[in-house]
């Protein structure tokens, strides 16, 4: 099992580019999120899925777009690409979001908005 | 506002013992969760409290004070692989984790 993979892992853009980050998880989880982290902050919930096809809104979603077509795949976009934006994202998944159920996470994608 | 507190950096020594602390205020409390992370890498599970006491699990415990907000990790007999920054997150009402932004655990010979 491959666990929870992102793609691409690191990317730079210029401001207003577009782009499309790639998360597929092979446990059957129900639940996946995506995150962004800062130096010297925690992570940040951007969106999150409860189920195939169902997307919600997380503490800072201003900027990105996800979509959960199918149950392993959950996609993040940045329609126009601000420098405020790079970041390190990380992929996560679970089975639900209750009680014991730890998060897994994929290994990142370190992005640049120059 | 939701709010988790934890050091931003501890220093110890290889083969001793190291407290990490967090305390928390959030809407809620649906349990907490540390995670370690490696410079470089992706967050991965340590341990789950969400009872009041201590939890042991090999050379790490964690223990839960929910009347006081509070939570600890405490590392045994340090590895050098230790080196890394801990994550404290709790669960909150709406199922949502809420995350501190980490302890960097720096382990020196």
């Known amino acids: 099992n491959a666990g929870v993979t992102q793609t691409p892992k690191f990317r730079v853009l210029k401001t207003g580019q577009s782009m499309t980050l790639l998360c597929a998880q092979d446990?059957?989880?129900?639940?996946m999120y995506w995150y962004r982290q800062d130096p010297g902050m925690g992570l940040r919930l951007i969106h999150y899925s409860v189920g195939e096809g169902t997307t919600a809104k997380g503490e800072v979603p201003d900027g990105y777009n996800v979509s959960r077509l199918k149950k392993q795949n959950f996609l993040l976009g940045l329609e126009s690409a601000a420098p405020s934006q790079t970041s390190v994202y990380f992929c996560?998944?679970?089975?639900?979001?209750?009680?014991?159920?730890?998060?897994?996470f994929g290994p990142g994608t370190r992005l640049t908005v120059l | 506002g939701q709010n988790i507190d934890q050091p931003t950096e501890m220093t110890a020594t290889e083969g001793a013992i190291v407290q990490i602390n967090c305390t928390y205020q959030t809407s809620g409390f649906n349990g907490l969760f540390w995670y370690q992370q490696h410079a470089g890498e992706a967050p991965t599970f340590l341990s789950y409290?969400?009872l009041d006491g201590l939890e042991e699990k090999g050379r790490f415990s964690s223990f839960l004070s929910r009347s006081k907000g509070y939570s600890y990790l405490l590392l045994k007999e340090l590895q050098m692989k230790d080196s890394a920054s801990y994550l404290c997150?709790?669960?909150?009402?709406?199922?949502?984790?809420?995350w501190g932004a980490g302890t960097k655990l720096i382990i020196k010979p």
């Open positions: 996560a998944s679970s089975p639900t979001a209750f009680d014991y159920n730890e998060q897994f």
């Open positions: 997150a709790v669960l909150d009402s709406n199922y949502q984790l809420i």
């Open positions: 446990m059957n989880h129900e639940y």
């Open positions: 409290n969400v």
